[in-house]
Structure formats: C-alpha cells, structure tokens
C-alpha cells in the first residue's frame, strides 16, 4: 500500500510473475508434451471466459430453481433473458438499483423490491425494517434522496396477528429513522399452506437533487473500490437464526439505511462514479457486475476485504466464501482514484462507514474479469454465484 487507501499496482504484477515462473517450470517437467507459452494458455481461458459471457442469455432449465433467486449467475440470466428481454426500454436496460426517470423536468430515481427472509424474525432485525431499509438504500445509492414508500403484503391464513404487529411498528420505526413515509399499500391473503407467513413488497420514490449520474457502467481504469464496512453479516445471521445448524456466534445483521451515510460521501466527493449496495450475491456479484457494464477487470485485495472473525469463521464451517454472502446495511462504491483517501475520511465519519476501507481498483487489463489476490499470494478469478447455498436470506 502507498497510502492507508491506495493500492501499489507492483504486487499484482509480482504475483502474476511468481505464479507463471512455477508453471513453467512445471510444464518443463513434462517432457516430450508440446505446450502454448503459459501467458498464451492463460488467456486461452480468459477468451473463453469472456466468450462465454457474451453469448445470449438463454434459460435452460424448465422450471424455476431456488438458483434462480439467489442474485448470481442464474439471477442474471433469468433477469436478462425473460424479463429483460420482454420489457426492453432505455430506463430499463442499465439494470441499476433504481430506475432513473424524469418528470417534468424533475429527477427522479424508481425502485421496488420484495422480501421473503426466513425467519422472519432475527438478531439484529425482521422482515419488516428490512423492506423498508432495503428500497430507501437502493434508491439512495442511486444518488437520490428517499421520500415515499409504498407496503404490500402477502399473509398466509393462520399468521398471528401479533406477529403482523411487530412487523409493521418495526417498518414504522424504520421509516422515521430513514426519513422516509409509507404513503400507499396493499393487502392479500392466501390460504394456509400456499405461504410462510409473511412477504412484503417496498417500492420507493426519491429526487435526484445532486448532479451526479451513477451507474457501474462508468467506472474507468485506475478507479478505487471502497466497502463502507465488514461484509456478510446478514446472510450468516439469517442461517444461523434458522437453527439447522449446531452452530453458536455473536453476529447480528446489518439491516440499516444508508441514505445519511450516502449523503455524506457525496459532499465529499461529487464525482463518485457508483454505488451499490451489497445485498443478493454479497460484494463479488457487485464486482461482476462492474467488470461486465464497464467492459473493465477489476481485481481486489482478501487481505484488504473487511470481515468479521465471527462471520469468517461460520463462513469457513458452512462452506461459504463471505464474497458472496449478503449484507444489507454496507454499500460498494467506486471512485477515481485521487478522491480515494477523501471517500473513505468522509464513510469513517459516519456511524454506518466506521470500517470502510479500500478493497481494490479497476483496471484495463483483462475486461470483464474479476480477480482476488489471495492471502497466500496467489491469485483467482472470482465469477458469479453458482447455485444458493443461502437461500431466502431478503
């Protein structure tokens, strides 16, 4: 590191170099095998990668998955290729967290999301604060001030009452910390079976006041990734409140709003180039999404990676790389890279951004790909989520 919150470009290539050096060394062992040069076969597979991703999104299973819902690789090609693909429009196609509109000459960002955590109820939140922090932090890493939210709910005959209390005194409360007002809703019931319990979906409306124009698109070579904080809290708390596992950790989620904190790097750095926050898919599907849009690599720091011991620790007992597990109160940002060291004063003088840090940068080699250089020194690509090894945890 140069700075606290500057990478020095050299390890990547010290890295690179050590690992071709032991290849080919390897590959000289293999006598009487005729081999590409190892730079050739890397990017053999780096070609195909790439080839891979640009083909036509097609859905090849017959029925939904639980894959399907799991915001990686079977999230993007359900969305790209049915959804997308039927409601194809300019506001659309950006695919960001919230739409952004304008009304008579107004700027407005447009959100909806919908929530079907289980357990309803867990350390550090419930369903209920969680729709409503959810959609006033899209909209707010959309460079939007949240203002109004509409509730719908889904019950399932025989939900107790009580419980429907809790829930909505939690939104309530939730909204008044965010600023924000439930101003329209709606209600259905089905029969017992045919639900558990309690969904509930959030769309939210807010202004863009600022100038600014974020989209993953418009990240740019040389910028800085920052996280406001320790990922994976979230995800691992919903498994844990599930108790399936034997498996006993202080951990709660993150479920917050990130309007304030949002607001506070914005007036310290006008020029941030996107946000989003880490919801399905945790910080590695954000990173994807990056490389993808803006045609970049991106390569990032597990040394540099925020995490708790705690959350590591379950993580490696589950099986789970926290890259890919969910938050639900941290945001990813991008920035250029001499705004970098003001970003990260700007997040840590917030309640919500107290352990931001930055986890890498973008760069020109190698578009499209992500790739983490390991605590040992090495390095791999970190592509989309395959499979949902946590479903339901939003």
């Known amino acids: 590191m140069t700075t606290g919150h500057q990478d020095n470009p050299t390890w990547v290539d010290e890295a690179l170099r050590e690992h071709d050096e032991q290849l080919e060394v390897d590959a000289a062992d293999a006598a009487g095998r005729r081999q590409l040069p190892l730079a050739d076969r890397e990017q053999q597979v780096l070609d195909r990668i790439d080839r891979a991703r640009r083909r036509r999104p097609r859905v090849r299973e017959e029925r939904i998955t639980m894959s399907h819902g799991a915001g990686g690789k079977a999230t993007q090609t359900l969305i790209e290729a049915v959804f997308l693909d039927a409601f194809r429009n300019p506001l659309l196609e950006p695919l960001e967290d919230a739409a952004q509109l304008t009304l008579a000459g107004t700027r407005v960002a447009f959100t909806t999301d919908s929530y079907v955590v289980k357990p309803l ?89 600022r100038d600014v124009h974020l989209g993953v698109a418009g990240a740019q070579p040389g910028d800085v990734i920052i996280v406001s904080g320790p990922i994976g809290d979230h995800g691992i708390t919903i498994m844990l409140a599930r108790g399936e596992l034997d498996i006993e950790a202080d951990i709660e989620s993150d479920t917050a709003p990130l309007n304030g904190l949002v607001s506070d790097l914005l007036d ?68 250029p890279a001499e705004t970098a060291d003001r970003a990260v004063d700007a997040m840590r003088g917030h309640p919500l951004g107290r352990e931001a840090a930055v986890i890498g940068r973008v760069r020109g080699e190698q578009p499209g790909i992500v790739q983490l250089k390991t605590a040992f020194g090495g390095t791999r690509i970190v592509d989309l989520l395959v499979g949902d090894p946590l479903p339901r945890i939003c």
């Open 268 to 335: 310290a750095v006008p020029n941030v180039r996107a946000m989003r926050d880490a919801t399905r898919g945790g910080v590695a599907t954000i990173l994807n999404e990056i490389a993808k849009a803006a045609n970049v690599g991106v390569l990032v720091s597990e040394d540099d990676i925020p995490v708790r011991a705690e959350v590591r620790g379950a993580s490696e007992l589950l099986g789970i790389d926290p890259m890919y597990v969910a938050c639900e109160g941290r945001l990813v940002a991008v920035v």
């Open 121 to 209: 109820f867990f350390p550090g939140g419930d369903i209920g604060d969680l729709a409503v922090n959810g959609t006033v932090n899209d909209l707010s890493v959309s460079g939007a001030t949240p203002l109004f939210l509409s509730a719908g709910f889904i019950l399932e005959e025989g939900f107790p009452v009580a419980d429907l209390n809790r829930v909505t005194e939690s939104m309530r409360d939730a909204a008044a910390a965010a600023g924000v007002r439930i101003v329209t809703g709606d209600t259905k019931v089905v029969e017992k079976g045919k639900a558990d319990g309690c969904y509930i979906n959030t769309a939210g409306v807010g202004l863009i006041e």
